[in-house]
C-alpha cells in the first residue's frame, strides 16, 4: 500500500509542477505545461513500470515516458548521454554498475527514509557507494548449494566434509560437482568456499562499501588456495577444470553428482529432479558468503526533476504493490522483505533467499574489473596441481600491481 509523501518533498514537488518545470535530461514540458519524467526500462521490466507511473501521473500531474532498451546497452548508454542532456530521469540497472557509473558522475544518491527497513540489507549495501545509497533496490539473485533429494535428503550439510561424506555415501559417479569454466575457472561461483576462509576479494569499510585494498592475501587466502589443491586433480579430484556449465550441469541433472552450487538461473536444467536449495557449506570454518547480485533503479544526476523523480522511486517503485508487480513481470527473489518472505513459501526460492541473506554484494568498484582474469586463471591452475601457495601469492602481486599502475 503506498505511504503518504512526506511534507517536505511533496511540497517541493508541487513547486515544480506549478512551475512546469522540464522533467529529465530529455524531457519536455508538456502541453498541459506538467512535468515529465522519462524512464529508461527493457521489456521484463517495462509493464510493471508503467503501472507504477499511471498511479504517479494520476495523483501528481506530471507525465511519465517509458523508453524500452535492450538490457545489455542500458549502462554504456546512460554513461554516454547522461553528459550530453539526453539521458533518462530514471534508469533500471544492476547493482554492478554503480562504481562506473560514480565514477562518470551521471547518478546522484536517493534518500530512501523510514522505506530503508523495508529492504533486505544486502541489497541497500549493494545499491551503496562511499557509504551513499545511490539506487532503489528490488531483486536479488545468488548461488547456493542445489541438491538431489533422493539421493541426499534435503537437510543441509553442516560443512563441506560433512556435504561430501554424504556424497560418497549415495554411491554416484562424483559426491559434489561445481562449474570452473573448464580451463577458464569460475571465481564467482566458488567464491562461497573461499569467504569461508576469510579471504574477500577487496576489504569492506565500516558502511559496506568496498575499499581497493586486495583482502585475497594473507594466511586465508592461502589456505582456500591450499583446499583448491588438495581438492583437485593433484588430490581428491572433487574440483575438475573438466567441468563447464553445460557439463556440470548434465551430471547433476544426470544423478551422477548429488550436489552443486548454481543460481536459480539453472533450476530448469533440472526437470527431472526433486531438489533442495541450502546455503552453501563451508569449507574454512566461517561462514559461506557467496556473491549477491541486485538489480534497481538509479537517478540521473542531471535530472531536472529530481525531487519528482525521488518521489517516483521511493513512494510508488518503493511499495509492496510495485514491488510484486516486478518480481510478477521477472522472478528474482525479491528485495522488499516481506514479499520476499512471502514468496519464500516455495522452498527452492527459500533456500536462493537464505544464501542471500549470507551472502555479500559483488563489488561494484571499477576495480573489480581488473580481478577476473588474473583470479580465474589462479583457481584453475591450483585445482590442475600448480604449487597452490606460490600460484596464489603471485596472483595477489600481478593485481596489486596492475591496480597500482
Known amino acids: ?73 542500458l549502462r554504456n548508454d546512460f554513461i554516454a548521454q547522461v553528459p550530453t542532456g539526453e539521458g533518462p530521469d530514471i534508469t533500471v540497472g544492476s547493482h554492478d554498475w554503480l562504481g562506473a557509473l560514480v565514477a562518470a558522475g551521471v547518478v546522484d544518491t536517493i534518500d530512501l527514509g523510514d522505506k530503508a527497513s523495508e529492504f533486505e540489507s544486502v541489497a541497500l549495501e549493494a545499491m551503496t557507494y562511499d557509504g551513499q545509497l545511490y539506487a532503489l533496490p528490488y531483486s536479488l539473485e545468488t548461488v547456493a548449494l542445489v541438491q538431489n533429494v533422493d539421493l541426499v535428503g534435503a537437510e543441509a550439510p553442516a560443512t563441506w566434509d560433512d556435504m561430501i561424506q554424504r556424497g560418497l555415501s549415495a ?31 577487496f ?39 573438466t567441468i563447464d556449465y553445460d557439463i556440470n550441469n548434465e551430471l547433476f541433472a ?26 552453501i557449506p563451508s569449507a574454512g570454518g566461517e561462514p559461506a558468503a557467496p556473491f549477491v547480485g541486485v538489480q534497481g533503479f538509479y537517478l540521473s544526476s542531471q535530472s531536472k526533476n529530481a525531487l519528482l523523480a525521488q518521489e517516483f522511486l521511493v513512494n510508488y517503485l518503493g511499495t509492496e504493490d510495485a514491488q510484486r508487480a516486478l518480481y510478477d513481470a521477472d522472478p528474482r527473489i525479491p528485495a522488499w522483505s516481506t514479499l520476499a518472505e512471502e514468496v519464500a513459501s516455495d522452498p527452492i526460492i527459500a533456500g536462493f533467499l537464505a544464501s542471500s541473506q549470507n551472502g555479500v554484494p559483488m563489488p561494484s568498484i571499477p576495480e573489480m574489473g581488473s580481478v577476473w582474469d588474473f583470479w580465474n586463471a589462479a583457481e584453475a591452475q591450483i585445482v590442475n596441481g600448480a604449487d597452490p ?7 595477489i602481486t600481478d593485481l596489486e600491481g596492475t591496480l597500482a599502475g
Open 254 to 279: 544426470s544423478g551422477k553428482a548429488p550436489y552443486t552450487v548454481q543460481g536459480p538461473w539453472a533450476i530448469s536444467s533440472f526437470p527431472d529432479v526433486d531438489l533442495a536449495v541450502n546455503p
Open 171 to 201: 554411491g554416484t559417479e562424483r559426491p559434489f560437482v561445481i562449474n570452473t569454466a573448464g580451463e577458464t575457472g569460475d571465481g564467482y561461483t566458488m567464491y562461497g568456499f573461499q569467504t569461508s576462509f576469510g579471504a574477500p576479494v
Open 1 to 73: 500500500m503506498r505511504k503518504i509523501i512526506g511534507i517536505g518533498v511533496a511540497a517541493a514537488a508541487s513547486a515544480l509542477l506549478l512551475a512546469g518545470c522540464s522533467g529529465g535530461t530529455s524531457s519536455e514540458e508538456t502541453a498541459g505545461g506538467s512535468a515529465e519524467l522519462v524512464i529508461w526500462t527493457d521489456a521484463e521490466r517495462e509493464q510493471a513500470i508503467s503501472d507504477a507511473a499511471a498511479a504517479f501521473e494520476e495523483e501528481t500531474g506530471a507525465s511519465i515516458t517509458l523508453v524500452q532498451k535492450n538490457f545489455e546497452d
Open 203 to 241: 576489504v569492506q569499510d565500516d558502511t559496506g562499501s568496498y575499499t581497493n585494498e586486495v583482502g585475497m592475501g594473507g594466511a586465508g587466502g592461502e589456505a582456500f588456495a591450499q583446499w583448491l589443491h588438495a581438492n583437485g586433480s593433484a588430490g581428491t579430484g572433487y574440483l575438475s577444470t
Open 389 to 395: 601457495v606460490g600460484t596464489w601469492t603471485q596472483m
